[in-house]
T-cell receptor, first 115, second 113 residues
Framework: AQKVTQAQTEISVVEKEDVTLDCVYETRDTTYYLFWYKQPPSGELVFLIRRNSFDEQNEISGRYSWNFQKSTSSFNFTITASQVVDSAVYFCALISSGSARQLTFGSGTQLTVLP | DAGVTQSPTHLIKTRGQQVTLRCSPKSGHDTVSWYQQALGQGPQFIFQYYEEEERQRGNFPDRFSGHQFPNYSSELNVNALLLGDSALYLC????????????FGNGTRLTVT
């Protein structure tokens, strides 16, 4: 069985602050992929990043960065200099070779960026 | 290039009725997955279709069934609706490899009264 935990239900920050969203995962498989998705009020889930279990290199994309640590089974997401448009629900998700086609999502973190 | 499209956007049904939701995948994608997202929760996997066959199923009862057509579009059917079936139903498409990022539609908001 696999599991994704996002302990932060809601986070509120003021614009330009940095914010980190936590994600902890569980899987027995050695080959797996981790994802982050953003869900704005419109409902559509927007893909942000995919990381495989063999690549622990951190990644930066503009104001977004991701820290993958296998030792702690964490895949955290940081937004630097947050903006109001970043307000959304963010989901961390996991798929493994053993789970075949089933992408398992965390419960999400509601991020509100105040002007 | 159109993304994943779902219809209808919203739907209100009465307990015990049946409902059909529709999805057209992103161009070039041959695999369609359906997810149920209850309010305040993450999406839960219902099933996945590939080559017109159900390839994998999540922990949902047989009241939930689906179909995929030769043009890769898909339908989700739910029979004998329960109040607990009220949720956002999301369709996602992908090019087939299990680790490919899923592309989601805007969803169908189903309310069962």
């Amino acid at each position: 069985a696999q599991k994704v935990t996002q302990a932060q239900t809601e986070i509120s920050v003021v614009e330009k602050e940095d914010v980190t969203l936590d994600c902890v995962y569980e899987t027995r498989d050695t080959t797996y992929y981790l994802f982050w998705y953003k869900q704005p009020p419109s409902g559509e889930l927007v893909f942000l990043i995919r990381r495989n279990s063999f690549d622990e290199q951190n990644e930066i994309s503009g104001r977004y960065s991701w820290n993958f640590q296998k030792s702690t089974s964490s895949f955290n997401f940081t937004i630097t200099a947050s903006q109001v448009v970043d307000s959304a629900v963010y989901f961390c998700a996991l798929i493994s070779s053993g789970s075949a086609r089933q992408l398992t999502f965390g419960s999400g973190t509601q991020l509100t960026v105040l002007p | 290039d159109a993304g994943v499209t779902q219809s209808p956007t919203h739907l209100i049904k009465t307990r015990g009725q049946q409902v059909t939701l529709r999805c057209s995948p992103k161009s070039g994608h041959d695999t369609v997955s359906w997810y149920q997202q209850a309010l305040g929760q993450g999406p839960q996997f219902i099933f996945q279709y590939y080559e017109e066959e159900e390839r994998q199923r999540g922990n949902f009862p047989d009241r939930f069934s689906g179909h995929q057509f030769p043009n890769y579009s898909s339908e989700l059917n739910v029979n004998a609706l329960l109040l607990g079936d009220s949720a956002l139903y999301l369709c996602a498409s992908s090019p087939g490899s299990y680790n490919s990022p899923l592309h989601f539609g805007n969803g169908t908001r189903l309310t069962v009264t």
